[in-house]
């Protein structure tokens, strides 16, 4: 009602109105969606259907396939552990028979899981300590982890392999990537030296600097000094 003495609209009344038309605009903007929905109601339903079957089939992946995958990998590595410990070395290795997969059997069989993984690199030490250079190269080169300690010991293996097969620079690159790839300081130093003094029988005296140079920096408390004489040498050697 409008007030008689001004003629204006009381404030209530303009919220009153107000508050109707915003419903008014609810209202239609649900019949709209409501026609939207009618309208495509069979492409929602195939598009909505599409991402349940996914969602559905992941979580189906992760329950019946990979989760028994993983048990199934770590029993097959648990049984090539055991072997190992026990001296078995031709047993622990296996991929000769399903019947004893072994850490090659492992690995073919469950390759994207973890065991899978590991089996690979454990199969690779042991072909390198047969001799088997290249076989051990590409088993290693097959491993990947999450655990920078391992990837770093995973290169200085494969640069090890390398050194065998007479691919000396392949090696330092190798050692290289070892050296920086540690998240463990030893492990760090360890490799750095090694890659150091392949530089040095390689003639290539400024890289052998500059990984002495760097266990003299970061370190010397596992060098015992050995780096001075060491960045001396890459002048006369």
Do not use: W
């Not at 409008?2 to 609810?26: M, R, S, Y």
């Not at 969606?33 to 492409?43: D, G, H, L, N």
């Not at 990979?66 to 199934?72: I, S």
């Not at 770590?74 to 991929?95: H, M, P, V």
Request: proline share 1%.
């Amino acid at each position: 009602m409008a007030d008689k003495q001004t003629g204006n609209i009381p404030n209530h009344t303009k919220e009153g109105k107000e508050t109707v038309e915003f419903f008014k605009d609810l209202d239609k903007d649900a019949f709209k969606t409501e026609r939207f929905i009618e309208r495509y109601a069979k492409q929602l339903s195939i598009i909505f259907g599409v991402l349940l079957l996914g969602v559905l089939g992941f979580f189906a992946y992760q329950q019946f396939i990979l989760v028994p995958k993983n048990e199934e990998a770590t029993k097959s590595y648990l049984s090539a552990q055991k072997n190992l410990s026990e001296g078995k070395e031709d047993i622990a290795l296996g991929g000769k028979s399903a019947a004893n997969p072994g850490f090659v059997g492992t690995y073919n069989d469950y390759s994207s899981t973890a065991a899978g993984k590991l089996s690979a690199y454990n199969a690779g030490l042991l072909e390198f300590k047969k001799g088997n250079f290249q076989k051990a190269y590409d088993l290693l080169d097959n491993f990947s982890s999450g655990n920078k300690v391992l990837v770093a010991l995973k290169y200085g293996a494969m640069a090890d392999c390398q050194s065998n097969l007479n691919k000396s620079d392949e090696a330092l690159s190798l050692l290289d990537k070892a050296a920086s790839e540690s998240s463990d300081a030893y492990t760090s130093y360890y490799f750095t030296k090694k890659a150091g003094i392949l530089a040095l029988a390689l003639k290539k005296n400024t890289e052998a600097k500059k990984y002495f140079s760097t266990i003299d920096e970061k370190y010397r408390d596992y060098d015992n000094g050995m780096s001075d004489a060491q960045i001396e040498m890459t002048k006369y050697y």
